[in-house]
Structures are given as structure tokens and as C-alpha cells.
């Protein structure tokens, strides 16, 4: 089935400690994202990528970082884990064809509880 | 700066029809989406206008002028299941070609 996974689905994790969020897709979509979503608020962008070997910042890249070797995976990783980390983390991807219809498809989102 | 404005909260009862307004402030403008959130649940695409007018589907439909720099999203025959968040999205030339997000507009629907 086509779509978009993140691993894991929920973590807990010690301040401090290095993590990496998982996100494949299999649309062959050129552009994929990682957004954080705090209890009752909208979605924040972190990093995006435009295309396999590009990376850009978002509206809240510190302490994230992000790589995109080739089209299909696109991890996050939190170098060093704080508190203000924990969140939901969803992933994204599209087509980024500006002037079309480029829907996003979310993968079913990482719930991380940092301690 | 960039944004977007959604109502925080609307409340309707089953069977009535309702809209989410949505005003923008973007630099440069290709599209006004819209997307459903159930709570613990990941964002889904629901409705996208490039150009002025009405796009219906279903029971959903989505309005957009551009002169305005407004849009909303109205649903008709109400259902409980439609008692989610809908989020506005703008896809802006002066963000990279990044969506910029509302803040999202809780429906809460009374029997």
C-alpha cells in the first residue's frame, strides 16, 4: 500500500539522549517535511527537503537536524534530547510543483514524551 | 511576516451547515488548501482552490478570493464525525514553495 511511515509511533526518552525519527514514503514524491504539532496548536514546520540531497530550515530547526540521501527516507534526528522536545512529530511529502495542487500526505505522526 | 487566521473553536449542531473562514498574508500566492485533523490523528487533505470561486465536493465545499486574501471552507449536513480541527494552508513563493499553516479551527458538534 503507497503511503508515508514514521517509526517509531511513540518513545520516551531521557533528557540528553540522541534520537532519530524514521519517515519513508513510496510515492516518489520529491519534496518531504517534518512538522511538530504541541497539544492543541497547528503544525511547525522544523526542516524541509525540495529534493533528495537538499535540506532546508523551517520555522523551528533548532536542535534538529535533518538528511535526505535519496528520495524515499527522510530521518530527524534530536542531537540531544530537552523537555521542550516532546511533541508530535509528523512527517509529510509532495510534489512540489509550484502552481498545482500539491497535496500533502502525513505519515500517522511519533508522540515523544522527553523526561 | 507570513500568516494565517482561523477561528480558534466553532460550535453547530448535527445537521446544520457551517464555515471556517481563513484570511492569509503571504508573499506571493499559489493556493488555499484545507485539511481535517481527528484528534490523535494525523492531517488529510480534504479540498484545494488555486482560483476564485466555489470548489464543491461532497458535502464539503471550499471558497477562495484572491482579492481578499480570503477563503472558507463550508460543510453542509453536519455529522459527528465531522467534529475534528481544520487546518488552512498556503502554499507561498516567499517561503520556498513551503505550506504555511493556520493554527487550525476546532469544530465541536452538538447533537
Known amino acids: 500500500i503507497a503511503g508515508i511511515t514514521q517509526a517509531p509511533t511513540s518513545q520516551i526518552l531521557a533528557a540528553g539522549r540522541r534520537m532519530t525519527l524514521r519517515c519513508t514514503q513510496d510515492m516518489r514524491h520529491n519534496a518531504m517535511y517534518w512538522y511538530r504539532q504541541d497539544l492543541g496548536l497547528g503544525l511547525r514546520l522544523i526542516h524541509y527537503s525540495n529534493t533528495a540531497g537538499t535540506t532546508g530550515k523551517g520555522e523551528v530547526p533548532d536542535g534538529y537536524s535533518v538528511s535526505r540521501a535519496n528520495t524515499d527516507d527522510f530521518p530527524l534526528t534530536l542531537a540531544s534530547a530537552v523537555p521542550s522536545q516532546t511533541s508530535v512529530y509528523f512527517c509529510?511529502?509532495?510534489?512540489?510543483?509550484?502552481?498545482?495542487?500539491?497535496?500533502?500526505?502525513f505519515g500517522q505522526g511519533t508522540r515523544l514524551t522527553v523526561v | 511576516g507570513q500568516s494565517l487566521e482561523q477561528p480558534s473553536e466553532v460550535t453547530a449542531v448535527e445537521g446544520a451547515i457551517v464555515q471556517i473562514n481563513c484570511t492569509y498574508q503571504t508573499s506571493g500566492f499559489y493556493g488555499l488548501s484545507w485539511y481535517q485533523q481527528h484528534d490523535g490523528g494525523a492531517p488529510t487533505f480534504l479540498s484545494y482552490n488555486a482560483l476564485d470561486g466555489l470548489e464543491e465536493t461532497g458535502r464539503f465545499s471550499s471558497f477562495l478570493s484572491r482579492s481578499d486574501s480570503y477563503g472558507y471552507l463550508l460543510l453542509q449536513e453536519l455529522q459527528m464525525k465531522d467534529s475534528a480541527s481544520y487546518f488552512c494552508a498556503v502554499r507561498a513563493s516567499g517561503s520556498n514553495y513551503q505550506l504555511i499553516w493556520g493554527a487550525g479551527t476546532k469544530l465541536i458538534i452538538k447533537p
Open positions: 509529510a511529502s509532495s510534489d512540489s510543483i509550484p502552481g498545482l495542487n500539491t497535496e500533502a500526505f
